[in-house]
């Protein structure tokens, strides 16, 4: 007897949603509490440029310092690559105490969620003690006072 009604409070579809609804809503402080954590974002840049240039023979403004008074052609080449990386952090010092109200209010969900799947249970156990236990959701099994013993 007490097996059956442990297993109808075990596995009642009313208190199981009752119960993911609270955990659920339990989510929610944890959500509101990341206010308070700083924000971190990167990003970065990366890149290569390669540039080659050819200058003809006997011609020295081109070349600069690096003369070139040949008879052949001149090649110059120069390889970049350039990197940038930013990392920025934010942390909130005050923001008109929304951090504090958003996980009072949180909290307080949390409390009234309880207060709910408190009551359910306590419906489920009155529909018990009437003699109709719902098991496993909707077979029911009606139980007479004299299939139990009273004393």
């Known amino acids: 007897m007490s097996d059956a009604l442990a297993r109808a409070y075990r596995n009642n579809p009313t208190l199981n949603q009752q119960r993911a ?29 390669h540039l080659a240039e050819v ?12 003369g070139g008074g040949g008879s052949g052609s001149t090649t110059l ?21 929304r951090n504090v109200n958003g996980v009072r209010k949180a909290e307080s ?12 249970e306590e419906t489920v156990t009155m529909k018990l003690g009437d003699g109709g236990v719902e098991i496993d959701g909707g077979e029911s099994i009606r139980l007479s006072a004299a299939m139990v013993d009273l004393n």
């Open 21 to 49: 609804g609270v955990r659920a809503t339990d989510e929610t402080v944890s959500q509101a509490t990341a206010a308070y954590r700083p924000t971190v974002s990167m990003t970065g840049q990366y890149g290569v440029t």
């Open 55 to 66: 200058v003809p023979a006997g011609d020295s403004a081109a070349l600069g310092a690096a």
């Open 77 to 97: 080449s120069n390889l970049t690559e350039p990197a940038a990386v930013n990392l920025t952090v934010t942390q909130t010092i005050f923001n008109g105490n």
């Open 109 to 120: 969900n949390v409390f009234g969620a309880r207060e709910g799947l408190r009551n359910t």
